[in-house]
């Protein structure tokens, strides 16, 4: 029996007073920073117990995991974010299951997900993903190629572009840490120079929240600080 199992609400408040830590030193309100809790490799009771908690906001990487988990928990409010990289033959469930997806690096995907969106849902809200230099995952899109993306991602008629999200490889050190989420906030701000309307920088995990809170961030992504250590191959 892991911690997690023991204590998803000290967990929960441990990391929301983390949260509200940064959020005060950069001079921010703590409620501008949303907690997306991913839950990835953790099963549904996982997701029920931290639900239990107040968290409604769950993040997944992997659909087949996600969808199982959504159909268990069918009875709970929760919204769901798609977090992973994307197939384009796997477009149609993510446009029909998920309230946002973070991960849209080009543009085959985003018209398919716009194409798949059902009529009778919300639009789907959606994050450019950012290549940051050293990114730890090997999506996202450069630098140079995100202003054309965001344009045609903002013109397609069932996404609403909300803004970026970056994985900026691990590293321990504050102010290098810092150095990357800024790289993705100076994108974001280029992009309402541009004209986008954008609220959303999703960047920070459970070891670099603070960093990435002090340069704006205002949806922090938390797995391991919330339900423990995966024990895992495939994450
Ligand atoms: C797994 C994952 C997270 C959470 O990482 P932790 O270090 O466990 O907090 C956040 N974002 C993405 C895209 C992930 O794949």
């Not at 991913?38 to 009771?45: H, I, R």
Request: aromatic fraction near 4%.
């Amino acid at each position: 029996m892991t911690d997690a199992y023991l204590m998803p609400d000290k967990r929960l408040h441990a990391v929301q007073d983390r949260i509200a830590q940064a959020a005060s030193a950069a001079g921010r309100k703590p409620s501008d920073v949303h907690l997306l809790a991913v839950s990835k490799t953790f099963d549904a009771d996982a997701v029920r117990r931290l639900a239990a908690c107040g968290q409604r906001a769950f993040g997944e990487n992997y659909l087949q995991e996600a969808l199982a988990k959504q159909t268990q928990l069918i009875d709970l409010p929760l919204l769901w974010h798609f977090i992973g990289p994307i197939q384009s033959n796997k477009t149609r469930p993510i446009a029909e299951n998920f309230s946002w997806v973070h991960s849209v690096d080009r543009l085959k995907i985003a018209e398919r997900l716009s194409a798949q969106r059902p009529a009778d849902l919300p639009p789907l809200q959606v994050c450019i993903e950012l290549n940051v230099s050293g990114e730890a995952s090997k999506g996202g899109v450069d630098l140079a190629d995100l202003p054309a993306l965001a344009d045609a991602v903002a013109a397609l008629p069932r996404l609403q572009l909300r803004g970026l999200m970056a994985i900026p490889a691990p590293v321990s050190d504050g102010a290098e840490q810092r150095a990357a989420f800024r790289q993705v906030r100076e994108a974001f701000e280029g992009l309402k120079a541009r004209g986008h309307v954008l609220d959303t920088l999703s960047m920070g995990m459970s070891s670099d929240l603070e960093a990435a809170i002090l340069e704006g961030a205002t949806i922090v992504r938390v797995g391991t600080a919330l339900f423990g250590e995966r024990n895992t191959t495939h994450a």
